[in-house]
């Protein structure tokens, strides 16, 4: 009986240490769940959320502060994966954060005064240029988060949605007509 | 003789060949107008490097290539550009791009031709060469030739896709009938530049004509060029699907025939690699096949740019036509126009009718009968892409290789509930890509952000430190004075003495900078000026004495409101 004893406490203490040791070893930096939620977000960091990034928000969905319907640039398709992911009900958008076609920021070069307030908004360092001199946007790295046109003082910003072109061109879902039979 | 391997399913749909194979190919007359795009290859467009109004010769460069995966466009005939704009062209969204539209002068006047003899240039020279002429894949696919002949593998065997097992096309077979030695000195230039010994000429067996012609090619030309017969089953003109049966090695999934030693190319492409470098001549040009619902089907040398509405003409479309279809009836896709441009990879226009081809019952529910996974070529499940395509499940569609479906159609073909379960993959598959492409956008834009977080912070603190270095040598530089001056500096002199003494002296440069500065005009002054100066101010004072003494005697006077 106290062998028995002995020998379950020896190997409760036994597996302790080697579970102990193993959760320092092999300990995880940061918050997975936040980064894979961060991984599912769109990365346009326009703060429509309520939060300052993509990546605060994913931090406060992971701690559960936030809804998962707060992403209009994520789409349904966003809501969609995130309820997947959290293993919790899809939950359509609110009436004020609805998505909206892709776009992408221009800049009407003749009215811009160059005074850099745009280049200090754009969250992923989109805007090239320098005070006094025109600034442009670089469209491929923008992401449509409008945060540069508020900004403005001469409102010369405006969002461009992008259109359908050969290069961005899909085959749409197969659609039949019905026949009708009387 | 070579042992001929076999792959998995494939069908044998009505060929249709024999309608556009009895009349030799014939030049197609120069069309009132030529619209050139300035995209007909795989990968990047070319960029436009004429002007509108330029005149230009036939064979003059129009387009040059842009980036790795590109092609050059030329004029294929001498005339005028009368504009650089966008236009539809053959594509199945309708939509359109750049495209050049030249009005030929009748003159058909080359540009300077440089023949080359391929014995002296290297793999590489031969591949700027054929860049530089707009040589791409006429196959189909249009993929430029020089990337295929730039290979990092060893490639031990050269294939020649002769096959053409798609119905109605007979462009190829015309082709090797005709034109047999020029493809033959195509090959054996391709060939060169591989640096592969075997060569193997795969030709299906409903073309005696065309197989015996090269065959005769080969004899007299000395090469050790192999011509197999292989038979006929759609889809064997498959790049990868002729090398298993000519070769029996299976190009693996994801990877590409070179990495398994083989490189295949089209009989048509090895003819305009002969065309480029024995006669200089750049791909203006190509054979395609009208037939289909027309009074003549038959073979054109059509140039690069005709519309097709001017090659129905030639052959006459029946009145019952109602649509047109580009390349075969089981991969082509519908043209949004008839007036839409032949482009290099246009092998084939069909005119059809719903005589011709009846269209298809309304798509039934899949009942899996799994017919479709029987042809199959490559070996899917048809039946469960389709079901993940359908409900938009794409990571499972991925996970079956949706990616290896060749998109032949075979599957669809032999469908009882005749679902069309080509048009389901494709899209899919553009699905697909458009989500690759916006996450490989968002991953890019968290990098951005998250670097541009970054530096802010890395900005604040060397600002901090900048700040921290200022007070340090104002510090210093206060003990410094207070040794000087010999007064024992308070060691407790905390951060507002620091402050106060940097507003003192700030106060006190720039009292000194203003004295500096500004000399005041009362300086400096004539004995005559100063003379005027001390008499006004008298008079100043006598005013003021004045003044006073008014002051004193009586009241100012008031405004009254009766006045």
């Known amino acids: 009986m106290i062998t028995a004893l002995w020998i379950m406490i020896a190997l409760a203490a036994l597996l302790g240490m080697i579970l102990g040791y193993a959760s320092i070893r092999f300990r995880v930096e940061g918050n997975p769940l936040a980064e894979k939620i961060d991984a599912v977000l769109p990365q346009t960091q326009c703060g429509q959320c309520g939060y300052p990034g993509c990546k605060p928000y994913a931090e406060a969905i992971a701690k559960g502060e936030a809804d998962i319907n707060l992403c209009p640039p994520g789409g349904e398709e966003g809501i969609h994966k995130l309820a997947e992911l959290l293993g919790v009900e899809f939950k359509p958008f609110g009436e004020n954060a609805q998505p909206k076609p892709k776009a992408v920021a221009f800049i009407d070069e003749q009215t811009c005064i160059g005074c850099t307030l745009c280049i200090q908004a754009c969250p992923v360092d989109a805007i090239s240029g320098a005070a006094k001199q025109m600034h442009t946007i670089i469209a491929a790295e923008c992401t449509g988060c409008e945060l540069c046109v508020p900004p403005c003082p001469v409102d010369c910003i405006s969002m461009v949605p992008i259109e359908e072109q050969l290069t961005n061109w899909k085959w749409r879902y197969p659609v039949f007509k019905l026949r009708q039979t009387s | ?563």
């Open chain 2, 1 to 563: 003789m070579t042992r001929l391997h076999s792959f998995h399913g494939g069908i044998h749909p009505l060929t249709h060949k024999k309608e556009s194979t009895q009349s030799p190919i014939i030049s197609a007359p120069l069309p009132a107008q030529l619209i050139v795009p300035f995209r007909q290859h795989a990968g990047d467009a070319a960029k436009p490097v004429v002007q509108v109004g330029e005149r230009v010769l036939k064979g003059q460069l129009i387009g040059e290539p842009v980036g790795m995966i590109s092609s050059s466009i030329h004029a294929p005939t001498s005339g005028t550009i009368t504009a650089i704009e966008l236009q539809q062209i053959a594509h199945p969204s309708a939509l359109p791009d750049l495209c050049a539209t030249l009005v030929p002068d009748g003159l058909d006047e080359w540009g300077v031709r440089q023949p080359l003899n391929y014995r002296q240039l290297s793999s590489d020279e031969l591949q700027k060469h054929l860049r530089r002429c707009g040589i791409v894949g006429l196959g189909g696919a249009a993929f430029p030739s020089d990337m295929k002949l730039s290979h990092p593998v060893v490639v031990d065997t050269l294939v020649i896709n002769g096959a053409e097992c798609e119905p109605y096309i007979t462009c190829d077979d015309m082709l090797m009938r005709e034109r047999a030695e020029g493809i033959v000195r195509g090959i054996e230039i391709l060939r060169h530049a591989l640096g592969t010994d075997s060569v193997l000429i795969g030709i299906e067996d409903n073309k005696p004509q065309a197989i015996a012609a090269m065959q005769r090619a080969v004899d007299d030309s000395s090469h050790p060029f192999k011509v197999v017969t292989v038979p006929t089953l759609y889809p064997g003109g498959s790049a990868k699907h002729l090398i298993k049966v000519l070769t029996g090695v299976e190009v693996p999934s994801g990877k590409l025939p070179t990495d398994v030693g083989v490189q295949c190319f089209n009989v048509a492409t090895a003819y305009a690699a002969h065309r480029a470098v024995e006669h200089g001549e750049p791909l203006v040009s190509r054979v395609v096949t009208v037939t289909g619902n027309v009074e003549q089907p038959r073979n054109y040398e059509a140039l690069i740019g005709t519309p097709f509405s001017d090659l129905v003409a030639l052959s006459v479309a029946k009145p019952d036509t109602n649509r047109y279809i580009m390349g075969g009836p089981m991969m082509g896709v519908e043209l949004p126009a008839v007036n839409v441009p032949l482009v290099k990879a246009s092998n084939c226009v069909i005119a059809a009718s719903d005589a011709l081809f009846p269209p298809p019952p309304a798509p039934m529910p899949c009942i899996r009968c799994t017919r479709c996974a029987q042809v199959c070529p490559v070996e899917l499940q048809p039946q469960d892409l389709f079901w993940f395509a359908q409900s938009h499940n794409f990571g499972k569609a991925q996970e079956f290789d949706l990616f290896d479906c060749i998109e032949c159609g075979a599957c669809a073909y032999v469908c009882p509930s005749s679902i069309p379960l080509v048009q389901y993959y494709r899209y899919a598959k553009s699905e697909i890509r458009a989500r690759d492409l916006e996450k490989r956008a968002a991953d890019l834009a968290r990098e951005r952000h998250e670097f541009r977080q970054f530096r802010i912070e890395r900005e604040k603190q060397e600002k901090a430190e900048r700040l921290a270095q200022k007070e340090r040598a104002a510090a210093e530089a206060k003990a410094a004075a207070a040794t000087v001056i010999a007064t024992p500096v308070d060691p407790t002199a905390d951060a507002d003495d620091t402050q106060q003494m940097r507003i003192d002296a700030a106060l006190a440069r720039a009292k000194e900078q203003a004295a500096a500065a500004t000399p005041k005009n009362t300086e400096a002054l004539t004995p005559e000026q100063r003379a005027e100066i001390e008499a006004i101010e008298a008079r100043r004072a006598h005013i003021h004495e004045l003044a006073a003494d008014a002051g004193a005697d009586d009241e100012p006077p008031k405004h009254s409101q009766g006045n």
